[in-house]
């Protein structure tokens, strides 16, 4: 199977360990370009991570709750009607804060 990775660059570790282990079970993997790469200003980021979506037959994401970027790559992968895969989800996050607040503070 073909996958494309997509989250936030802060879980870029992360993500070549998981695409190491998905290699090792026999998969085709993509990483996505990550912000930090010189080779590609924005644009060329996004419309690189567009085709690696594309190419691929399931996308997984890591993702922090905060990225734009990975949250713009999930919509591409929502628009193609992707399988998809959550491998990592941050669960501290504002929404979380909020929700636990609004149980602690319920008259």
Same mark, same amino acid.
């Given at each position: /199977?073909?996958?494309?990775?997509?989250?936030?660059?802060?879980?870029? !570790?992360? /993500?070549?360990?998981?695409?190491?282990?998905?290699?090792?079970?026999?998969?085709?993997?993509?990483?996505?370009? =990550?912000?930090?790469?010189?080779? =590609?200003?924005?644009?060329?980021?996004?419309?690189?991570?567009?085709?690696?979506?594309?190419?691929?037959?399931?996308?997984?994401? =890591?993702?922090?709750?905060?990225?734009?970027? *990975?949250?713009?790559?999930?919509?591409?992968? =929502? *628009?193609?009607?992707?399988?998809?895969?959550?491998?990592?989800?941050?669960?501290?996050?504002? /929404? !979380?804060? /909020?929700?636990?607040?609004?149980?602690?503070?319920?008259?």
């Amino acid at each position: /199977m073909k996958i494309a990775i997509i989250g936030s660059t802060s879980y870029e !570790s992360k /993500m070549q360990d998981y695409a190491k282990q998905l290699t090792a079970e026999g998969h085709e993997v993509c990483l996505p370009i =990550f912000d930090s790469n010189p080779l =590609f200003d924005d644009l060329a980021l996004a419309e690189e991570n567009r085709e690696n979506i594309i190419w691929a037959d399931r996308v997984d994401i =890591f993702w922090d709750c905060r990225s734009v970027g *990975a949250l713009f790559d999930f919509g591409i992968a =929502f *628009a193609y009607w992707k399988p998809f895969k959550v491998v990592y989800l941050e669960e501290k996050t504002f /929404m !979380s804060i /909020m929700k636990k607040y609004e149980e602690k503070v319920k008259g």
